[in-house]
C-alpha cells in the first residue's frame, strides 16, 4: 500500500510563529525546485530575495526533508552531480495510471476531510493506539505539500460551518454502534443488528432480519447524517439503514471476504438508498433558470448532464436506477421541474401525488415507505 512509502516531515523550531515561517519556507523551496532545477546557491538566493534568513547548511537540511515527504508515486527530487560535487537539485512529476497518483488537490482535501471524519468517529481502542496516531500521520503526510499548503486537519473544523438542518438526533448508545461499525470496518468482521428502534418496521423487507450475519459496506456522512450500508451474507441483499434505526449490534469475531454483488457495483444508484427497479432508465428532467442554475452547478450523480436551452431553460439527464430518493428528489422541486421522460417515473410521481391528496383530503393514514424491488 501506498501509505506504507511516507515519511513523517519533520519542524525544528518550537515557537508557533517559528513554526509557520518554517513551513513557508519549505513551500517556498518546494515549488521553486517544481519551477525549474537549482543548486544550494542557487536557493539561498531565491529565499534571501524572498526574506528569509538560513545557512547553506539548513538549507541543505530543508531539501532533504522535502525529498522525504513526497509522495513518490507522484513526483520525485531529482539530484544531478556536476563539476567540483556540485549538486543540482529538481522535483520531477511521475506519469502514473495509478488512481492515487493522479489524485488532484480537491480529492486530497476530500481525503483529509474524511480522515477527519473518521477521527472523530474511530473505535475508542483503535483511537487511542499508536496504530491509529501513525495512521493519520501518513495521510497527513502522504497529501501533497500544495495541499498542506491549503487545509490542515486540525483546523479544519475551525473552518466549516455546517448546517444542522434534517441532523439525526443520535443517543448515546447509537453513537456508540457508530463506533463500533467503524471498528468493524477496520478489522473486517461481520457484525448482527440484535434490536432496531422501536419505530422501525420490518413489514416491506426494507432491512435485514434480526441476528444475522452482516457485512459493514460504508459508512456515508451526509448532512451530518450517518447512513450504514451492509450486505447480508443470508439473503445476498445490500441494505441501507439510518443509525438512528439501530439499537444495538454485536460484534462477531468472524472475518469476511466482500462478495461479488458488492465488487462489481456500476455506480448507477441514485443517492444511497437500494433501488426499486433493476432497469437502468435515461432520464430526462426540464428546470427554469432558477432553480435550474443551482442543480447545473452541484454534484448529484456521475451520469448527470445539463444543456442550457435558447429560452433559458435547462435540461438535465441521468442514467439510473429508481429508487425512492431520486423520486423524493424530484418532488421536492415541485412545480420547478418537469418530467419529459421516462414514462414511468412520470407514472409513480402520479400517483404518489394522488396518494398525497388523497391522504391529506380524506384523513387517511399515510403510507408506510417501501424500497422493495418492483420492477
Known amino acids: 500500500m501506498i501509505l506504507n512509502q511516507c515519511i513523517r516531515l519533520p519542524i525544528i523550531d518550537n ?57 513518490i508515486s507522484i513526483e520525485i527530487l531529482e539530484t544531478e552531480v556536476l563539476n567540483y560535487n556540485k549538486k543540482i537539485f529538481f522535483i520531477r512529476s511521475v506519469e502514473s495510471n495509478d488512481l492515487l497518483a ?12 474524511q480522515l477527519f471524519l473518521n477521527a472523530k468517529t474511530s473505535h475508542q481502542i483503535f483511537n487511542q493506539s499508536n496504530e491509529f496516531e501513525n495512521f493519520i500521520d501518513k495521510i497527513k503526510q502522504k497529501s501533497p505539500l500544495k495541499v498542506k499548503e491549503i487545509i490542515s486537519l486540525e483546523t479544519f473544523n475551525k473552518q466549516i460551518l455546517n448546517s444542522r438542518f434534517g441532523q439525526a438526533n443520535f443517543s448515546d448508545k447509537q453513537q456508540q454502534i457508530l463506533i463500533d461499525l467503524m471498528w468493524c470496518m477496520n478489522k473486517r468482521v461481520y457484525f448482527k443488528i440484535n434490536e432496531f428502534e422501536l419505530s422501525t418496521t420490518i413489514k416491506y423487507n426494507e432491512q435485514p432480519q434480526l441476528n444475522e450475519l452482516l457485512i459493514p459496506l460504508k459508512v456515508i456522512y451526509h448532512r451530518k447524517d450517518f447512513i450504514l450500508k451492509c450486505y447480508s451474507a443470508k439473503s445476498k441483499k445490500i441494505f441501507t439503514l439510518e443509525f438512528d434505526k439501530i439499537t444495538k449490534i454485536c460484534i462477531q469475531k468472524e472475518s469476511y471476504k466482500l462478495p461479488k454483488i458488492v465488487l462489481e457495483s456500476d455506480g448507477h444508484n441514485f443517492g444511497f438508498h437500494p433501488p426499486i427497479s433493476k432497469t437502468i432508465y435515461h432520464i430526462k428532467l426540464l428546470f427554469p433558470p432558477t432553480p435550474g442554475g443551482f442543480i447545473m452547478n452541484r454534484f448529484w450523480n456521475e451520469s448527470q448532464k445539463f444543456k442550457i436551452r435558447k429560452d433559458g431553460y435547462i435540461l438535465m439527464t441521468l442514467d439510473v436506477r429508481v429508487c425512492i430518493e431520486l423520486l423524493g428528489w424530484i418532488m421536492q422541486w415541485m412545480d420547478n421541474v418537469q418530467v419529459i421522460s421516462p414514462t414511468f417515473i412520470k407514472k409513480i410521481i402520479s400517483e404518489r401525488l394522488s396518494n398525497m391528496k388523497q391522504i391529506n383530503d380524506n384523513d387517511i393514514l399515510p403510507i408506510n415507505n417501501s424500497n422493495s424491488l418492483i420492477l
Not at 518546494?30 to 529565499?47: G, N, T
Not at 530575495?49 to 541543505?60: E, T
Not at 493522479?102 to 476531510?113: A, Y
Request: charged share 25%; hydrophobic share 35%.
Open 15 to 71: 515557537t508557533m510563529e517559528e513554526k509557520e515561517n518554517n513551513n513557508t519556507l519549505t513551500f517556498k523551496i518546494y515549488y521553486s525546485l517544481k519551477k525549474k532545477p537549482h543548486s544550494i546557491a542557487s536557493l539561498m538566493e531565491v529565499c534571501t530575495l524572498a526574506g528569509f534568513k538560513i545557512s547553506a547548511r539548513s538549507l541543505y537540511r530543508h531539501v532533504l526533508k522535502i525529498e522525504k515527504s513526497l509522495d
Open 102 to 113: 493522479r489524485n488532484n488537490s480537491s480529492q486530497w482535501i476530500l481525503l483529509i476531510t
